[in-house]
């Protein structure tokens, strides 16, 4: 009898062997060259500007590896389960509450005016619509200010389309700010939380509250997915 020809199967068939990755550390290299060689000249007309430029990308890189991102912390809990970035999240509040509130108040102490004090947000309706529309936005875009900005540097088009629109809309924004401010805002309270429980308590309010949102956090994760890893 003749020999019957097999079909081709997938345990048959020989597979091309991959072509190794070609490493990428040349160009790293050849990036982080170029980055000095920038910041140097940058200093040559502002002594300040070299090291706002590696202090940037210094934080783009590590918002890149972490994955940081605060639209994470908002939607993964909802979609599967995971609050390990909301706990980064609340963690990175500790950390900045308590360097904030040194800046601040050595500045108290001096007798000097405190830092941001005319930045203190007031609390009205206008903050609710901001809050709800950026909230649905950042969804919809697939990250927050950061995280769009790292994806951007990454390459992802659709994240270049938002953060065009995040320019558009922030522009617009400060356009109408005047507006709202005589309109919805000009009676509205701003709340400044050591005029109300002093510098000391109101460092125990801020960590009770994320104290109790990082356990609720833990909680949802197990409830959800059976670990808080």
């Known amino acids: ?31 982080t060259v170029l980055v000095i060689v920038l910041a140097f000249f940058l200093n040559q007309y502002n002594d300040k500007m070299g090291i706002y430029l590696l202090f940037g990308i210094s934080f783009g890189v590590i918002l890149q590896r972490s994955r940081f991102c605060f ?3 908002m939607r993964d809990p909802c979609i599967t389960g995971s ?19 040194a800046i601040k108040y050595s500045a108290f102490m001096d007798g000097n005016p405190i830092p941001g004090m005319g930045n203190v947000g007031q609390i009205s309706f206008a ?22 900005l790292m994806r951007v540097g990454e390459g992802f088009t659709m994240q270049m389309l938002s953060l065009l629109f995040f320019v558009i809309g922030s522009l617009w ?18 709340v400044f939380l ?23 956090a833990v909680k949802w994760q197990e409830k959800k997915m059976g670990s808080a890893e």
């Open 1 to 31: 009898m003749g020999q019957i020809d097999r079909p081709e199967t997938k345990s048959t068939r020989t597979r091309a062997p991959r072509k190794p990755k070609k490493s990428q550390l040349p160009i790293a290299l050849l990036v």
């Open 194 to 216: 050591p005029d109300v429980f002093g510098w000391l308590g109101a460092l125990i309010v801020q960590f009770l509250i994320i104290l109790l949102l990082y356990i609720a």
């Open 83 to 101: 609050t390990s970035v909301t706990r980064a999240v609340l963690i990175a509040f500790s950390l900045a509450t308590i360097g904030f509130t």
């Open 173 to 190: 924004g400060a356009h109408d700010m005047g507006w709202w401010r005589a309109h919805v805002i000009k009676d509205s309270p701003a």
């Open 71 to 73: 639209t994470a912390s």
């Open 127 to 148: 903050l609710v619509i901001g809050a709800v529309l950026f909230g649905i936005g950042m969804v919809i875009a697939g990250g927050c200010a950061s995280g769009t």
